[in-house]
């Protein structure tokens, strides 16, 4: 399972913004839909965010630490372009055109990752499936017929010998300078790392790009409980590996925990058994024990390279991949809150000034917005895993309809612990307006490019539940305005339809809901409609690094 939600829909904050591109891009500078398709209008769509973060609770030790994590990112960088593309400099050299050598660069290459890998430089033709992972003349065949053991392996390049038999040449070799210096400059790193748990992770990571062997870096890294500073680096995701999906690509964040979100988080983390027995449903729909087998923290990321800065912006990250140490530790999962609320302010603030009434628009917040998506992310741990009818897994009952079910459990079961918080004195009044307004809001942005997707289809159910139980109004204005006690009850008797429905394994049930509710109707597409014109960002850029720290 792909745990960096940049291409599957697992989860809320991602769907929220997942990648889409706007359409059309051709030799044109319209296309027939009459969108300006020109590099300044691709360029204008990306809004540039600096990334910037709180430096006050470093260490003298962490200030000297960064430097050195920043020069390893840029050989992740470097790396990643060899993987996507190969021979990044003489590529760039032919363009002459400075804002296409722009877009190149922010596209690492010259076809466009939130615009279905379409060129925008002429006579590059279509990306190669397998990138620059494989030979650019093998065909799926040859390699299918090919009998090496190592032909699937997660680190490897695939190139031709001399005789001109495919063979895998592992990336610590194929990138052997790169990968050496990128090794030394972590274990300079480590130097200054003040946290135990920290100096054995980056010891043991180096050691790792020198073998490609991880799992020893990936147990210590699950390990790391009081550490300041965070580095995810090396090869991780198989997103850029279109032809087979085996090979993963360099990347790196360097990240810095924000401690007061990640305490927070903790303290609710540890009411979810006191929550689980006050879900409104049956008892046997709530007979398991609550409870999460990821540890959650909030982060903001001050370094995006490689892998995760192409295409659309990850704003959470779940790791590792390796499942033999899932199994045996679970999974570290990271909100990038700075990234996070620049893609709030950027794109859902927009939408809300359209979509919500004047009178409510001051509820659309950060902190709000923040709060769904981290009680989404623990929510997960509320209800059963199991049928109750000897269905076997909720998972395996509910088939393609599944995930659907489970995010959009996620999402309102999110709101129901929030609204329990408020009733223990843990959210203030205010707290709790501002979460239901800005989680209807969250709404019109999950659904901006359609509802085609699993999550999709799951806001969509709720939104058309809430309209038929009064829980918000449209006015004639095309402006939307929630009934906050309304909204409650939609809530609580939401909870419960989806817990039955997963605890009774209720697949017909689920597929009938989802074909009635789980659209959009004309007269939302109308209001979605209107968001066009109004030319909000699809995604962001970063302005990133030491200057921008002010390191
Ligand atoms: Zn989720």
Redesign the pocket.
């Known amino acids: 399972m792909k745990s960096i939600y940049k291409v599957s829909f697992?989860?809320?904050?991602v769907a929220l913004f997942a990648a889409c591109g706007p359409k059309g891009a051709d030799d044109k500078n319209t296309n027939t839909a009459g969108e300006d398709t020109s590099i300044d209008a691709k360029i204008n769509q990306l809004v540039t965010v600096q990334l910037t973060a709180d430096l006050k609770g470093l260490s003298e030790n962490d200030r000297k630490m960064l430097p050195f994590m920043f020069q390893v990112a840029d050989i992740m960088d470097e790396l990643f372009w060899e993987e996507s593309l190969g021979g990044k400099n003489a590529f760039l050299d032919t363009i002459k055109d400075e804002k296409i050598r722009r877009y190149a660069m922010i596209n690492y290459g010259p076809w466009e990752r939130l615009n279905d890998d379409k060129p925008f430089v002429k006579g590059v033709g279509k990306k190669p499936e397998g990138a620059n992972f494989y030979p650019k003349d093998m065909t799926k065949e040859e390699f299918e017929k090919w009998t090496s053991p190592n032909k699937k392996g997660l680190y490897s390049m695939v190139r031709r010998d001399d005789g001109g038999f495919l063979k895998t040449v592992p990336y610590h070799e194929y990138f052997k300078e790169k990968i050496d210096r990128a090794a030394a400059l972590i274990d300079s790193a480590a130097k200054y790392a003040d946290d135990a748990g920290l100096k054995k992770y980056l010891a043991l990571r180096a050691q790792a790009l020198r073998t490609d062997d991880y799992q020893a870096s990936d147990f210590a890294w699950l390990d790391m409980k009081n550490n300041t500073i965070d580095f995810v680096v090396g090869p991780i995701e198989s997103y850029e590996d279109k032809l087979f999906g085996y090979r993963t690509s360099h990347e790196a964040y360097i990240l810095i925990k924000d401690k007061i979100w990640s305490e927070k988080l903790a303290k609710y983390a540890a009411m979810l058994p006191e929550l689980q027995q006050g879900l409104p449903v049956d008892a046997k729909y709530k007979a398991e024990k609550a409870g999460s087998d990821s540890d959650l923290g909030a982060y903001d990321v001050v370094y995006y390279a490689g892998d995760c800065n192409a295409g659309s912006k990850t704003i959470a990250v779940n790791l590792p991949n390796d499942e033999n140490v899932q199994l045996k530790k679970g999974t570290r999962r990271l909100q990038l809150k700075n990234a996070m609320r620049a893609k709030f302010d950027k794109i859902m603030m927009p939408i809300a000034d359209e979509l919500i009434d004047p009178s409510q628009r001051a509820n659309v917040t950060f902190d709000a917005f923040f709060s769904t998506v981290m009680f989404?992310?623990v929510a997960?741990g509320l209800g059963i895993k199991n049928t109750i009818n000897g269905k076997g897994m909720v998972r395996e009952a509910l088939k393609d309809e599944a995930s659907a079910l489970?995010?959009g459990k996620?999402?309102i079961l999110g709101l129901y612990m929030i609204t329990k918080l408020y009733e223990k004195g843990e959210f203030t009044k205010k707290d709790l307006d501002d979460c239901y307004i800005t989680f209807m809001a969250g709404i019109f942005r999950s659904v901006r490019f359609g509802a085609a997707s699993a999550h999709g289809k799951a806001n969509m159910l709720r939104f058309n539940y809430f309209a038929d139980k009064g829980a918000f109004t449209r006015t004639p204005e095309g402006k939307y305005k929630v009934d906050l006690a309304k909204m409650k009850d939609a809530m609580t008797s939401l909870s419960a339809l989806i817990l039955k429905l997963q605890g009774d394994g209720d697949y017909d049930g689920v597929k009938k809901l989802m074909a009635e509710k789980g659209k959009i109707l004309p007269q939302l597409q109308g209001d979605l409609d209107r968001l066009k014109a109004k030319k909000i960002p699809v995604d962001i850029i970063f302005d990133q690094g030491r200057k921008v720290l002010g390191l």
């Open positions: 697992l989860c809320a904050a989404h992310e997960h489970e995010e996620a999402d």
